[in-house]
């Protein structure tokens, strides 16, 4: 076959390969820049349901994947696996995130115990990359049993509104969108497509190629910026949410696991133009929001990232149905997470940190630097607690209701103010509200050699 006929056989057969995959792919990364790995590699077999390759986002390099739904509606041959095998093991090797593209019904049933060996491939290649390189996958439509546990392989999962997971084949078992979010199963939600992309250009942002770079997301800020809207907020009941939005670069929060434990806020922000992980535990501490705090921790300690912790709690829930649901175990886990965490990590408690709040999220083994608003209460239990078992005084008061609050607020200024803390302390300093910006910062800028690894051990990123 001469040069010019071999040209035209491979336009043609380009031409004649589904094109959905492809328009995915290019409506994420920049124009032209993907570049098509193994191309016809299985176009005769399973291996045709896949594009997978490389390309630009952002300026950033990426290797990227996605499912090619309209052959076979995506499921997954032993080609096809070994495929993405390749392309995971190439991005481990160079030092670069991972995107993929999700839209598959599972294996391909045709090729048997084939398909079933090649999920069991792709994850393990997740498995190794996991604390190497960051992953993220969307769901642009259905992952079914062997796709959906695929896909919780992967650091973060962004699903479009009308996309749909399920452990098992059936139809009928598959979660939303919305129990996704809520079960922890995805960790964004979005509306459509462009809002997808948008989302996971956003995370990518947030991310560092791998442990040994920094991230520095595209937000710049004046690092001796005050936020005078927190002394307000201090007068009142706390958003987390408000709070992470004025400390941030641009006032930019990037949350994650938003529908999921509503006690803890979690998810990256900018602070000198230096990515950081959020975890707010604002209330009492619920299984799910451990839960959320612990993974929060996990990913920074794998990637080397600073963390940011804001505590205004009591403790955590006091129920016999979270209890029984494993609240213990995820507290345990989240109180061994920022204990084992090597990176920088500084802490404000911005109301209260008391008893197990304290000990899990504010004490020296929890963080470097800790730091309280002026006006907070620290101590190991509730000024009603304590009133509650030293309350003889209370038997022969003629209104014992408005002795009882006296006295709890007698005990709180006395026993339990920041001032005291620092004394003895516990606490680096008490700070005012609108300054917590400059602490923070300042902080991270004392401890940035802190965020070197101390070893070249790889740490997986626990999952969710």
């Known amino acids: 076959m001469s040069y010019q006929e071999e040209l035209r056989a491979l336009a043609l057969l380009r031409s004649q390969r589904p094109q959905g995959a492809l328009e995915c792919i290019n409506s994420l990364v920049e124009p032209k820049s993907f570049v098509e790995l193994e191309a016809f590699c299985g176009e005769d077999a399973s291996g045709a349901g896949l594009r997978a390759g490389y390309a630009v986002v952002d300026c950033r390099p990426v290797f990227i994947y996605a499912h090619e739904h309209d052959v076979l509606k995506g499921a997954l041959g032993m080609e096809q696996a070994r495929k993405l095998e390749r392309l995971i093991e190439k991005a481990v090797s160079a030092g670069t995130p991972i995107l993929g593209i999700i839209n598959s019904n599972g294996a391909l049933l045709d090729e048997g115990l084939g398909a079933a060996e090649g999920y069991g491939l792709i994850i393990k290649a997740a498995a190794k990359a996991s604390g190497r390189v960051p992953h993220i996958v969307m769901l642009n439509g259905a992952a079914a049993g062997a796709t959906a546990l695929y896909a919780g392989c992967a650091d973060f999962v962004i699903i479009k509104k009308d996309a749909s997971l399920s452990a098992s084949p059936a139809g009928s078992a598959k979660m939303d969108a919305r129990a996704a979010l809520s079960s922890g199963a995805a960790a964004i939600c979005a509306e459509d497509d462009a809002q997808a992309a948008e989302l996971l250009r956003q995370l990518l942002n947030f991310l560092p190629d791998n442990p040994r770079d920094l991230a520095e997301p595209p937000y710049y800020d004046d690092i001796n910026r005050l936020c005078p809207e927190l002394e307000e907020m201090a007068e009142g009941e706390l958003d987390a949410r408000k709070i992470i939005g004025a400390i941030a670069d641009d006032h930019v929060f990037l949350e994650l696991y938003g529908q999921a434990g509503g006690d803890t806020v979690t998810g990256f922000m900018s602070l000198d133009s230096l990515s950081v992980g959020v975890a707010a535990c604002f209330g009492r501490i619920s299984e799910m929001g451990a839960r959320k705090a612990k993974w929060i921790a996990g ?45 920088p990590v500084v802490t404000v408690i911005c109301k209260k940190a008391i008893g197990g709040a304290y000990i899990t999220l504010a004490s020296r083994a929890s963080a470097d630097f800790v730091f309280a608003w002026a006006g907070a209460q620290i101590g190991l239990m509730t000024p009603k607690a304590q009133i509650a078992l030293h309350g003889q005084e209370l038997k022969d008061s003629a209104d014992p209701l408005a002795e009882r609050s006296k006295l709890e607020e007698k005990f709180a200024q006395e026993h339990m103010s920041a001032v005291d803390a620092a004394k003895g302390g516990y606490i680096d300093q008490p700070i005012e509200p609108g300054y917590t910006r400059m602490h923070i910062i300042g902080a991270l800028n004392a401890l940035f050699r802190l965020r070197e690894p101390k070893n070249s051990e790889r740490r997986g990123v626990p999952r969710f």
Do not use: T
């Open 299 to 343: 990913f920074c300690r794998a990637y080397h990232m600073p963390l940011v912790v804001l505590v205004d709690s009591e403790g955590f829930v006091i129920d016999k149905e979270e209890e029984n649901n494993g609240l213990l175990p995820q507290a345990s886990g989240l109180a061994m997470a920022l204990a084992d965490l090597d990176a």
